[in-house]
């Protein structure tokens, strides 16, 4: 990959599953990285700044912190922290939608408006939304979460037309079925089904989303913004 001068990298949720892979890929790449967590300590060679991604002073407040460990701006925001509230349209409480657009939708916005002063400044950035494959694909029981991701390929779009002249990228990475905590919660029957349709036959690690995440905020990706690139080993076939 092209990217060779070390960025300042923040990864939102990056305590563990996909926020974490991600980190470490970064990490290993050489650029300088803080995950962002909402209690206990950070994971292990990384650093760590407190944020809950619903609290816009929370979110000013862990860019801050970010910003004094970097000594300078953030340069790669990725926006991954997320939640599922399942449960079928009929069934599902006011509290479970907004919870759930909040913190993956609003959660994201709050983080890229912060995030794009100083992308403004420095003329160059990359923001990369973590969608999911269900956003443009729809599932029965999740129409927060797809909402919410959904929503995240427009935010992605006009951030795109916005700040693409000032060197600044955004885009969306659309994760399929990955093994995390998030989907082991998932009913045996429920992962067959969804295997079913899988062509790749097989969830993926989160270091293969990592990997795709890392090309996208890479300079090889500086003519790449406003896309949607599914890791979802053929579920959504392009959607
Ligand atoms: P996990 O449940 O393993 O991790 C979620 C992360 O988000 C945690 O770090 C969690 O912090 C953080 N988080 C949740 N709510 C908030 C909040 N209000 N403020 C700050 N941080 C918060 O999820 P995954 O790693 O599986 O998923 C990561 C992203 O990828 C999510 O956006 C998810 O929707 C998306 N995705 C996942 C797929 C999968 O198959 N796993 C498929 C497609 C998309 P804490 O530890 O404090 O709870």
Redesign the pocket.
Known sequence: MATTEARNVLV????????LAIARAFQEAGDRVVV????GQPPEGLEGVI????DTASVDAAFTAAEEIFGGPVEVLVA?????RDTLLMRMSDEEFDSVID??LA?AFRCARRAATGMIRKRRGRIVL?????GLYGSPGQTN?AAS?AGLVGLARSISRELGGRGITANVV?????D????AVLPDDQKKAYLANIPAGR?AT?EEVAAVVRFVASDDAAYVTGAVIPVDGGLGMGH
Request: glycine content about 16%; aromatic content about 8%; some cysteine.
């Open positions: 939102t949720g990056g305590n563990r599953g996909i926020g962002t967590h909402r209690s944020c809950e991604v619903t991954n922290a997320g939640i599922t913190t993956n959660g973590i969608s999911s494959v269900v979460y991701k659309a994760p399929g079925f990955i995390t905590e998030m989907t969830f989160p």
